[in-house]
């Protein structure tokens, strides 16, 4: 059948994590939906898989603390079979040869630093106020910048009397720190070098961003912005990892009437008569559909998917300079057992560790990043889900994932091929220094550089958030300025993935705006 | 002992300003100097026999015309020579020349990549357009953003109608504009790495900043939007070296019979009774009153350095302890014998030469540069802005000798291993006069006398607290209604009578006179003297 088959309203080009939340508001409304994913199964980089037989892992994505409450619960995910193994991580930063800080341990940090076990606490509690006022704006589409259109204006009042609903001392505070970087605001609030370099490593986690580069209190401030069970802040593993909360996204989805096809890459959009009207998939079939929504990152909706023949050429000029290229690799290891180093650490299984070369060493791995070389103590942050979820690995043995700050895309000289092997020694070497014995446990392994990240789960650029989350790519200015609200410029055509506002992390929350955009745009425009 | 209306603490030029204004309003005005000649860091001093050396600030551009016209300042000896261009030297023989003459420039940039060239035009307009859209906002006091004040929401709003008045499209331009990295800008632009590293120079310049740290087109904005007789961008030398601009505004204030100008006196403390100001004393113990105290001092340093007589609160003093003031340049005054000899550079009337000789083949040669910063080295291989003043302006040298002065970036206000000792200084002055040797061979064996300064010199000699030029970091943190700090960004504070008019405040440093005229502005406002002549 390569003539269109039945009609659909909305196609969705992608099964992440933001194209499921998409397909389901669009379903409860009633719309007639089909997801399309080209892999055999959804979650985009969030997609379960084993790296080892036997052994689980959930893509790129390790923890969950953004997901918006809202979604959780108007897509009743909890019934859909959302569980947490472990709902607010302690944070432990490794010290070498099992030493280890507890940050979150008041008593501990006022060994190192009573000033900074006293300041925390608060310091804590002003993230989170400053971002509480942000994040209603997270499922709230940006507003543009045309004030002939009265939305425009009131969305942008609306924001700022939430920020002046602050008060003014902390509304003075928030607009001075969210242009600052991480570097000064941690110098200026506490002394222990661990505890500033574990904040700092947290601000730019998946981002092409020192903590001495500007901008990296705004991505602190978005990432305080989750939360997990009303906890603000708070870092969870769902059991059976991040995979099954995809899971309970696309079971949300179906039981509310949308049709998912696994397996069924998307070759290009169709577009007649200057809209877009459906989908082709690689085996040549062609999916009628009133609106086209894209999950994939911007450039590769926009100039594979749709094709500059379609668009301006200030638009596609716009759309490449998108900074987009990743610099956050993956590393899972398969552990046959716990090496004692691990399992003296308290919290078991309601920890996660960060390896942080202090705040300096942060910032020299990420000059070698800008060099595009490999830099030698690269900061993780490292999970061990099995602790908490034993169904990950078979019996008694365990799962060791880890985030790898800083990674570039390419490398200045050479490639990936020849450098990728030498890496994973590398890194595997350092967590061995820091927990003796994890090697000669090791039993499977597996690196994403950005660019294996790229072309394994189709994420251009291999980027966390489809896209640098900086003050000049995020809000009314993301993707690309003007087309902020998932509207693409030829009609019928939306984009929903984390490469548009608010950005990217498991919050879900493009894929809930661009969802209402759609529906909005249905109800007025006349069906055909 | 004489009462004064107003006494003004530091004579730096935008000291200078304020108090001329204030004469000219009618007040009388004491301005009480700790250096034994005026001008802060805008001076001229022979530091070698038939020599003038502009120590520290070297050319202008930034100064306001309304200031120039309003104080009558050409009538007062001021004359500023614009030069026609500028040169970026490769150690291989070639360079990037630019002119002010933009079909000359065009060519030039042909020479290297006719793509770049076409792209020149549009960065070039989008900059101008971005020039024009921030100067009226520099004579203007920032808005409070936070009060309800009836007063204050008509500030916000006016302050806000321009933005609004941008349209959709130039709005997003400016937004993205004031937050990203020039890097990431120029790279939107060009592809030619001796074309992008010659434009990014403005952008680092006196900031502890790279080329790819967000906000650093803001920078370079901040260097574009003077003007030299209406032409915006264009730079200049005053004749006479930087002390002209500090004694054209002294003869103004002075002009008046009003304005009493005094150097060799140290404030140390201000005079505070019942939360207002009473007036200052001096390191030697003697006192002068007034119920208005301006101070040209650094926001850091008012704070924490001067002693107030009546404690200031702990979170104002902590915040000026986080003030960010950063030290990342660093000068060399050299009075040579002869002109250098720059490779592959013709000597004879070349406009290119008369104005800023760079060193900056890149983009990562500058990021490069800021990272030895960051750990504290001076740069290895350090951004260099050179100009030859006496090629335009032969008071500044003997018949057929010159003065150069290289301001270098990036130079840390301490190092990794302990504080400036001489023997480092001079280590720092032979990295860079070994760059200039590459650059001009036999440059060395020019060189007559030699002044190598650090931040720590800077700071020491004309009180910039880590010899920081523009008396803060230029990041968004520390802009409009954020400088120096939110809740005193409006030029009044801390205590009743006290105000800030140094380049601490809006809109920042350089020699451009604007924090100046609008703290004398909120002076006279508040006494009730009407708006500055």
């Given at each position: 059948m390569s003539a269109a088959s039945s009609n659909y309203d909305v196609a969705i080009i992608g099964g992440g994590h933001n194209g499921l939340v998409a397909a389901a508001c669009l379903a409860r409304a009633g719309i007639k939906t089909i997801l399309l994913e080209?892999?055999?199964?959804?979650?985009?980089?969030?997609r379960g898989y084993e790296?080892?037989?036997?052994f689980k892992v959930s893509g790129c994505a390790q923890i969950l603390n953004l997901l918006r409450p809202e979604i959780v619960d108007a897509l009743r995910l909890g019934d859909h079979g959302l569980r947490y193994a472990a709902s607010d991580l302690a944070t432990l930063s490794l010290l070498g040869d099992g030493q280890y800080l507890a940050l979150d341990d008041k008593a501990a940090l006022a060994q190192v630093s009573a000033a900074d076990a006293e300041n925390l606490p608060d310091f804590r509690r002003r993230m989170i106020r400053y971002a509480n006022a942000l994040?209603?704006?997270?499922l709230r589409q940006a507003p543009r910048m045309?004030?002939?259109?009265r939305a425009n204006v009131w969305e942008l009042a609306r924001f700022g009397l939430r920020i002046r609903m602050l008060g003014r001392r902390d509304m003075r505070e928030l607009l001075r720190i969210i242009g600052m970087n991480a570097y000064d605001l941690v110098t200026d609030e506490f002394e222990n070098e661990t505890l500033k370099a574990s904040i700092a490593l947290d601000a730019v986690m998946?981002?092409?961003?020192?903590?001495?580069?500007?901008?990296s209190v705004y991505t602190y401030l978005y990432r305080m912005a989750g939360s997990t069970n009303g906890n603000r802040g708070a870092l969870a593993l769902p059991a059976g990892g991040v995979a099954a909360v995809m899971q309970a996204l696309a079971a949300a989805a179906r039981s509310a009437g949308a049709e998912i096809r696994t397996g069924s890459p998307v070759a290009r959009v169709l577009v007649k008569d200057e809209r877009a009207t459906g989908v082709v998939l690689d085996d040549g079939t062609e999916i009628a559909s009133r609106i086209v929504l894209s999950n994939a990152d911007p450039k590769t909706s926009?100039?594979?998917?749709?094709?500059?023949?379609?668009?301006d050429t200030e638009f596609v000029r716009r759309t490449r300079h998108f900074r987009d290229r990743g610099t956050t690799a993956k590393l899972h290891l398969a552990l046959d057992a716990l090496p004692d180093s691990l399992r003296n650490l308290p919290k078991q299984g309601q920890a996660r560790f960060l390896l942080t070369p202090g705040l300096l060493g942060l910032e020299r791995a990420f000059d070698a990043c800008k060099y595009r070389t490999v830099p030698d103590a690269p900061p993780m942050e490292i999970v061990i889900p099995t602790l908490s979820d034993?169904?990950?690995?078979?019996?008694g043995k365990h799962v060791l994932s880890a985030n790898v700050?800083?990674?570039?895309?390419?490398?200045?000289?050479?490639?990936w091929d020849g450098a990728r092997a030498k890496l994973r020694e590398g890194l595997i070497a350092s967590i061995d220094t820091q927990l003796p014995g994890i090697k000669d446990r090791i039993v499977g392994a597996e690196l994403l550089t950005p660019a294996d990240i790229e072309a394994k789960f189709r994420l251009?650029?291999?980027h966390w958030h489809q896209g640098e989350i900086s003050l000049d790519q995020?809000?009314?200015?993301?993707?690309v300025p003007g087309f902020?609200?998932?509207?693409?410029?030829?009609?019928g055509f939306y984009l929903c993935g984390a490469?548009?506002?608010?950005?990217?992390?498991?919050?879900?929350a493009p894929g809930w705006n661009a969802a209402q955009a759609v529906i909005a745009d249905l109800k007025t425009e006349p069906t055909r | 002992m004489k009462r004064y209306d107003a006494i003004v603490v530091g004579a730096g030029h935008n000291g200078l300003v304020a108090a001329a204004y204030m004469a000219r309003a009618g007040l009388e005005v004491l301005v009480l100097e700790r250096?034994?000649?005026?001008?802060?860091?805008a001076v001229s001093e022979e530091?070698?026999?038939?020599f003038t050396y502009s120590t520290c600030s070297y050319v202008c551009?930034?100064?306001?015309p309304e200031i120039m016209r309003g104080l009558d300042l050409p009538r007062h000896g001021l004359q500023v020579i614009p030069y026609e261009g500028s040169l970026n030297v490769l150690t291989d023989g070639d360079f990037l020349a630019s002119y002010s003459n933009h079909d000359r420039m065009r060519r030039e940039l042909m020479r290297h990549s006719r793509r770049d060239a076409e792209a020149y035009d549009r960065y070039a307009l989008e900059i101008l357009r971005q020039c024009k859209f921030i100067r009226p906002m520099l004579l203007q006091m920032p808005p409070d953003?936070?009060?309800?004040r009836p007063k204050d929401l008509v500030d916000l709003v006016k302050f806000a109608k321009p933005f609004s008045e941008l349209g959709e499209k130039r709005l997003y331009e400016t937004m993205r504009f004031w937050t990203m990295s020039i890097g990431d800008f120029l790279d939107e632009y060009f592809e030619t790495d001796v074309i992008k590293g010659h434009l990014a120079g403005s952008s680092i310049?006196?900031?502890?900043?790279?080329?790819?740290?967000?906000g650093t087109a803001y920078v370079l904005l901040h260097h574009y939007m003077g003007e030299v007789d209406g032409s915006i961008g264009a730079w200049g030398y005053a004749r006479g070296g930087m002390g002209s601009i500090s004694k054209a505004l002294a003869a103004s204030a002075q002009e008046t019979g009003r304005c009493e100008i005094r150097c060799d006196a140290d404030v140390t403390d201000i005079i505070v009774k019942n939360g207002r100001v009473k007036g200052v004393a001096l390191a030697d113990g003697s006192e002068f009153y007034a119920d208005t105290v301006v101070s040209n001092l650094d926001f850091r340093r008012t704070i924490t350095k001067l002693k107030w007589t009546e404690a200031l609160d702990d979170e104002l003093v902590r915040k000026g302890e986080n003030f960010?003031?950063?030290?990342s340049s660093g000068k060399l005054n050299i009075a040579l014998d002869g002109l250098p000899n720059f490779?592959?550079?013709?000597?004879?009337?070349?406009?290119?030469?008369s104005g800023d000789i760079h060193y900056s083949p890149s983009l990562n040669y500058l990021e490069r540069a800021y990272d030895d910063w960051k750990y504290g080295?001076?740069?290895?291989k350090p951004y260099l802005d050179i100009v030859i003043p006496s090629l335009m302006d032969?008071?500044?040298?003997?018949?057929g000798k010159h003065f150069m002065s290289v301001f270098v970036q990036y130079?840390?206000?301490?190092l990794h291993d302990g504080l400036w000792t001489p023997a480092k200084r001079d280590a720092f002055g032979e990295t860079v006069i070994g760059l200039i040797e590459e650059m001009a061979?036999?440059?060395?064996?020019?060189?007559l006398h030699k002044q190598v300064r650090s931040p720590w010199e800077i700071e020491n000699e004309v009180g910039l607290t880590e010899g920081n030029i523009f008396q803060g970091e230029l990041t968004l943190d520390q802009l409009?209604?954020?400088?120096?700090v939110p809740g005193l960004a409006?030029?009044?504070?801390?205590?009743?009578g006290f105000y800030m008019c140094g380049s601490?405040?809006?809109?920042?440093?350089?020699?451009?006179?604007a924090p100046g005229y609008n703290a004398a502005r909120e002076v006279l406002k508040d006494l009730r003297r009407g708006a500055p002549a």
């Open positions: 080209a892999a055999d199964a959804v979650g985009g980089a969030a790296f080892h037989p036997g994040a209603p704006s997270l045309d004030f002939a259109n998946g981002n092409f961003m020192g903590p001495r580069s500007p901008n926009l100039l594979n998917l749709l094709g500059p023949e379609h668009l034993p169904s990950l690995a078979p019996e700050q800083y990674v570039p895309y390419a490398l200045a000289e050479g490639n251009g650029g291999g995020i809000w009314t200015l993301r993707p902020v609200q998932y509207r693409m410029p030829v009609a490469g548009t506002h608010p950005g990217g992390g498991i919050t879900g | 250096r034994y000649l005026i001008g802060g860091a530091l070698y026999p038939g551009s930034l100064l306001r953003p936070t009060s309800l310049i006196g900031t502890a900043l790279g080329p790819y740290s967000p960010k003031i950063r030290g490779k592959g550079v013709a000597v004879k009337n070349n406009p290119a030469l080295h001076w740069s290895k032969p008071t500044m040298a003997p018949e130079v840390p206000p301490s061979p036999g440059f060395r064996n020019l060189i409009l209604f954020n400088r120096p409006q030029y009044r504070g801390p205590k009743k601490s405040m809006h809109p920042g440093g350089g020699v451009m006179g």
